[in-house]
């Protein structure tokens, strides 16, 4: 099982940037997914996830109404589309698989996970 995350770099505070996570091993139309990120000295933080089915999706309370989190399963992978950034958004973001049961927050529950992109946003 590969997760492979891209899109990440350097933008302004107040702009846009649109993460993927490519997914191979598995199918993620079977799985919940979810996005964290983590900074310097702070533990992994949850951003965002996905139920399976694509119906149902939930956010860390610091990114709702700016990120949104979406799958297509044809190409078995997952996005996240940022906007409205700010300077504190600045992180490593992960890509995570979880069979567990409902949308997951805890990053205990997740079986598998990609390298990370980073995520800088100057001020």
């Known amino acids: 099982v590969q997760l492979v995350e891209s899109g990440g770099g350097l933008v302004e505070a107040g702009g846009s940037l649109r993460l993927s996570c490519a997914v191979s091993?598995?199918?993620?139309?079977?799985?919940?997914m979810g996005w964290f990120r983590q900074s310097p000295g702070k533990e992994r933080e949850f951003v965002a996830g996905?139920?399976?089915?694509?119906?149902?999706?939930t956010y860390g309370d610091s990114v709702k109404g700016r990120f949104s989190i979406s799958t297509d399963n044809a190409m078995n992978t997952v996005a996240l589309q940022m906007n409205s950034l700010k300077p504190e958004d600045t992180a490593v973001y992960y890509c995570?698989?979880?069979?567990?049961?409902?949308?997951?927050?805890?990053?205990?529950?997740?079986?598998?996970w990609g390298q990370g992109t980073q995520v800088t946003v100057s001020s």
């Open positions: 995570g698989a979880t069979s567990g049961y409902g949308l997951i927050k805890r990053t205990s529950a997740y079986n598998y």
């Open positions: 996905v139920e399976w089915s694509g119906r149902y999706t």
């Open positions: 091993g598995i199918t993620i139309s079977n799985w919940n």
